[in-house]
C-alpha cells in the first residue's frame, strides 16, 4: 500500500488540491445563494403584509359602501317592504346593544371568507357586535342560510366575535 502511494503522489495531490478547489467554490457561492435566498423571502413576506392589509381596507370599504347604499335608496312604490322590516325587526330586538352598530370586517373571523361575509352584510349583519350575541338558535339559522356545514360552530365565530370586541 505505502509503495502505490509513493508511486501515485502526483496524481492523490492533484485530486486533493481539485477537491478543495471545488470545496472552496461551492461554499463560497452558497453564502451569496443564502443572501439572495433570504432577501426574496424577506420580500415576500412583506408583500403578503401588504396584501393582507389592503384586502382588509378593500372589505371595510366595500361594507361602508353597501350599508351608506342600502340607506341612500329611496324606497318605490312598488317595492316589496317586506324583506326591509325584517332587517329593522332583527335591529331592535332585545339582544341588540344600545350603542350605535360599529361596520367591521367579518373575514378577520377565522372561517369567515369574503362570500360569507358579503351574505352576512346584505342581510344586515355588519359587526363583531352582533356575532358576539349569537344564540344556538341564530348559529343553526345563519349556518343553514350561509351553508356553512358547521363551520360556525367548529371555527368558534362568536368566541371569536367577543374576543374582537374585548
Given at each position: 500500500?505505502?509503495?502505490?502511494?509513493?508511486?501515485?503522489?502526483?496524481?492523490?495531490?492533484?485530486?486533493f488540491?481539485?477537491?478543495?478547489g471545488?470545496?472552496?467554490?461551492?461554499?463560497?457561492?452558497?453564502?451569496?445563494?443564502?443572501?439572495?435566498?433570504q432577501?426574496?423571502?424577506?420580500?415576500?413576506?412583506?408583500?403578503?403584509?401588504?396584501?393582507?392589509?389592503?384586502s382588509?381596507?378593500?372589505?371595510?370599504?366595500?361594507?361602508?359602501?353597501?350599508v351608506?347604499?342600502?340607506?341612500?335608496?329611496?324606497?318605490?312604490?312598488?317595492?316589496?317592504?317586506?324583506?326591509k322590516?325584517?332587517?329593522?325587526?332583527?335591529?331592535?330586538?332585545?339582544?341588540?346593544?344600545?350603542?350605535?352598530?360599529e361596520?367591521n370586517?367579518?373575514?378577520?373571523?377565522?372561517?369567515?371568507?369574503?362570500?360569507?361575509?358579503e351574505?352576512?352584510?346584505?342581510?344586515?349583519?355588519?359587526s363583531?357586535?352582533?356575532?358576539?350575541?349569537?344564540?344556538?338558535?341564530?348559529?343553526?339559522k345563519?349556518?343553514?342560510?350561509?351553508?356553512?356545514?358547521?363551520?360556525?360552530?367548529?371555527d368558534?365565530?362568536?368566541?371569536?366575535?367577543?374576543?374582537?370586541?374585548?
Amino acid at each position: 500500500m505505502l509503495w502505490l502511494i509513493w508511486q501515485m503522489w502526483f496524481f492523490l495531490l492533484m485530486a486533493f488540491l481539485i477537491g478543495l478547489g471545488l470545496g472552496w467554490r461551492l461554499w463560497s457561492a452558497s453564502g451569496e445563494a443564502g443572501k439572495a435566498l433570504q432577501a426574496a423571502k424577506d420580500e415576500i413576506g412583506r408583500l403578503q403584509r401588504e396584501n393582507d392589509s389592503l384586502s382588509s381596507v378593500a372589505a371595510r370599504h366595500q361594507a361602508a359602501l353597501e350599508v351608506s347604499q342600502s340607506s341612500a335608496k329611496p324606497e318605490s312604490a312598488d317595492s316589496k317592504p317586506v324583506a326591509k322590516p325584517a332587517k329593522k325587526k332583527a335591529a331592535a330586538s332585545p339582544k341588540t346593544p344600545s350603542r350605535p352598530i360599529e361596520v367591521n370586517d367579518l373575514t378577520e373571523l377565522k372561517g369567515l371568507g369574503p362570500k360569507a361575509a358579503e351574505a352576512l352584510n346584505a342581510e344586515g349583519v355588519t359587526s363583531f357586535q352582533q356575532i358576539a350575541t349569537w344564540t344556538k338558535t341564530d348559529i343553526a339559522k345563519w349556518d343553514e342560510t350561509l351553508t356553512a356545514r358547521g363551520r360556525i360552530e367548529r371555527d368558534d365565530w362568536v368566541g371569536q366575535a367577543k374576543g374582537k370586541l374585548a
